[in-house]
């Protein structure tokens, strides 16, 4: 369990340590941007590779078992992780890295983004619950929670920078958005458009969904289906 956790404290210190502080800053002014992304991006792999290889190697130490109720739950739930996933990597986002040039273009939020500004965040965060709980075991809850966490500070930490580099751009932004899922339509500072979304995103979350519930056996070993 000791290589997981040093693995878990490695990528999440990558994050936070570096890509969250002045520390990611004063390396880009030394290297330079390019190589910058390319060394924590090859940096970043590593840590998921070697999160992947220590958990698989972590002897099984039960916490609270695999309920059914928390399988079923992963079973139900996961078509909305992928399709936050799906539509995060599809929508233009001043949150994206590469992508800021849409606050000055002052457009209006659409689409998934009408739900929340970090849809990607949100469907990692998720995924990793939900198969944190349907897991109920040691390797498993260091496992998943270090997506977890990286995931949910990470809307935190993404919005306090934009905040810092755009000001009242962001601001306006903000004030049209919700960090939290469905926050902004709750207090109805949005309204939710189906034809927004794009049926071929729901249409291509479900095939995922699909794909990987029948194939889960054999990937990862056991069936959500028990």
Same mark, same amino acid.
């Given at each position: ?120 965040? $949100?469907? @990692?965060? =998720?995924?990793?619950? /939900? ?7 040691? +390797?498993? %809850?260091?496992?998943? *929670? ?53 049926? $071929?995103? @729901?249409? =291509?979350?479900?095939? /995922? ?7 889960? +056996?054999? %990937?990862?070993?056991? *069936?959500?289906?028990?």
């Amino acid at each position: 369990m000791l290589q997981l956790t040093l693995a878990s404290l490695f990528f999440l210190g990558l994050h936070f340590g570096i890509a969250a502080t002045p520390l990611r800053q004063k390396i880009i002014d030394r290297i330079g941007p390019i190589p910058y992304r390319i060394a924590f991006a090859s940096l970043a792999l590593l840590g998921i590779i070697w999160l992947v290889y220590a958990w698989r190697q972590a002897p099984y130490v039960a916490l609270w078992g695999q309920p059914a109720v928390f399988r079923y739950l992963a079973v139900l739930l996961m078509p909305l992780a992928f399709f936050f996933i799906i539509a995060g990597l599809t929508t233009k986002n001043p949150t994206r890295l590469g992508q800021e040039e849409t606050l000055q273009a002052h457009i209006e939020p659409g689409g998934v983004l009408r739900i929340t500004r970090h849809p990607m965040l $949100w469907g @990692i965060a =998720l995924w990793a619950l /939900l198969h944190l709980l349907a897991n109920g075991d040691l +390797a498993a %809850l260091i496992f998943f *929670s270090t997506f977890l966490i990286l995931a949910v500070f990470g809307t935190y930490l993404i919005d306090k920078k934009r905040e810092q580099q755009y000001g009242d751009a962001w601001q306006e932004f903000v004030a049209k958005t919700s960090r939290i899922p469905f926050q902004a339509i709750l207090e109805k500072r949005q309204q939710l458009n189906w034809q927004e979304l794009g049926w $071929w995103r @729901i249409v =291509l979350a479900l095939v /995922l969904y699909a794909g990987f519930l029948h194939g889960h +056996a054999k %990937l990862f070993g056991v *069936s959500p289906l028990g």
